[in-house]
């Protein structure tokens, strides 16, 4: 079979090493499955002048292809980056150019198919305003609807659901029982994804008794540690900041975790984080924003809370997602991930794409 030469346009800096969210963490074990068949090159943004291609163990070649700047990248989905001519050459003879939550606003004859973790961003709605793209491919089956209620009926939507490597994220032993409830925020410690509803919980478990500590990362476009420190101060709610993880330390650290945080505010398109914790067999609470309320059947380890639940009454659901949650996540909740969720079925889902098109 013929190689495809793939181009991925990925608009941040794109280190295999230091994927920080999950639509990177998603596109670095993409481009390395299709590599296995593939000729694949990935095109991102740059500070400052480019820098040359470092050789690396990643199977694809990394390439500097346009600049960073004020260009409105969180604004704009739809969108023309400013080539370097080594990139635009990339561009013009590939024979699949794919994009992670970004379309190109360019012509081209090459088939396109975008990558969109979710939709309710303002680049999203530029993505599906435009529809410049032969495939659209979600994570999930919520996010096809979402897309289908914006854009209408487009049998150009496929849904390849998010995948994580099991072998990997797996238990490894279990707590000791005489230390602090560790609650974790493994996603940035942003608003958005529920810091201070986090720290209010952590503040309840305290007041009601139980020594808890809340467990964050210092990532480098989420709150400063000052700023962190200062919003858990005023929720009176003990706080740790480690340094920020590379993935393959991730599982330790959920599995040293008693309880996954998932209580912010956005809309997740999938909830990579959640399943990643449920098969290290640490249970997640979640106020079921998006498709946290239908990644998992009931008593898999992944419970759901009423967000207007008073803080006090959130911290008894949080007890009991603890008590019971590690068994669930070990007896059903892995299997089910392991079946459904699992890194090779991503992967032959997305060559098999790469074949058709």
């Not at 390439?63 to 704009?76: A, E, I, N, S, W």
């Not at 590690?326 to 890194?343: D, H, K, V």
Request: glycine letters at 8%.
């Amino acid at each position: 079979m013929k190689r495809k030469r793939i181009c991925l346009l990925h608009v941040p800096v794109f280190n295999p090493a230091r994927a920080i969210g999950g639509a990177e963490v998603i596109a670095v074990d993409v481009v390395r499955w299709l590599s296995e068949e593939n000729d694949v090159t990935v095109l991102h943004g740059f500070l400052g002048e480019p820098a040359e291609p470092t050789a690396t163990d990643y199977p694809a070649e990394i390439v500097p292809g346009f600049r960073l700047g004020d260009h409105g990248f969180k604004q704009l989905g739809h969108i023309r980056p400013d080539f370097t001519a080594a990139a635009m050459e990339t561009v013009t003879s590939a024979d699949v150019i794919m994009s992670v939550e970004n379309s190109l606003d360019m012509p081209t004859p090459t088939a396109r198919v975008v990558l969109m973790g979710g939709v309710g961003y303002p680049h999203t709605h530029d993505i599906m305003r435009h529809r410049s793209w032969d495939r659209l491919v979600v994570p999930s089956s919520m996010v096809a609807r979402q897309v289908s209620e914006a854009v209408g009926s487009n049998p150009q939507v496929t849904v390849i659901e998010n995948g994580i490597d099991t072998n990997l994220f797996s238990p490894n032993g279990d707590r000791p029982d005489s230390r602090p409830l560790r609650l974790l925020i493994p996603s940035r410690p942003t608003l958005d994804k529920g810091f201070a509803r986090a720290a209010e919980l952590t503040s309840a478990l305290t007041a009601a008794g139980y020594a808890a500590t809340l467990v964050i990362f210092d990532q480098p476009d989420g709150f400063s540690q000052e700023g962190l420190r200062g919003l858990a101060a005023e929720s009176a709610c003990d706080v740790e900041i480690l340094p920020w993880q590379p993935r393959s330390a991730m599982p330790g650290i959920y599995c040293d975790a008693d309880l996954t945080l998932c209580l912010g505010t956005a809309v997740e398109g999938f909830g990579l984080v959640a399943a990643e914790s449920v098969a290290c067999g640490t249970p997640v609470l979640s106020h079921s924003g998006g498709f946290l309320k239908e990644m998992l059947p009931a008593d898999h380890g992944l419970y759901h809370a009423d967000p207007a639940l008073p803080a006090w009454q959130l911290a008894q659901e949080a007890l009991s997602a603890v008590r019971a949650g590690r068994r669930q996540c070990q007896q059903y909740g892995r299997p089910y991930i392991e079946n459904r969720y699992s890194l090779r079925r991503m992967g032959e889902q997305f060559t098999d794409l790469m074949r058709a098109l």
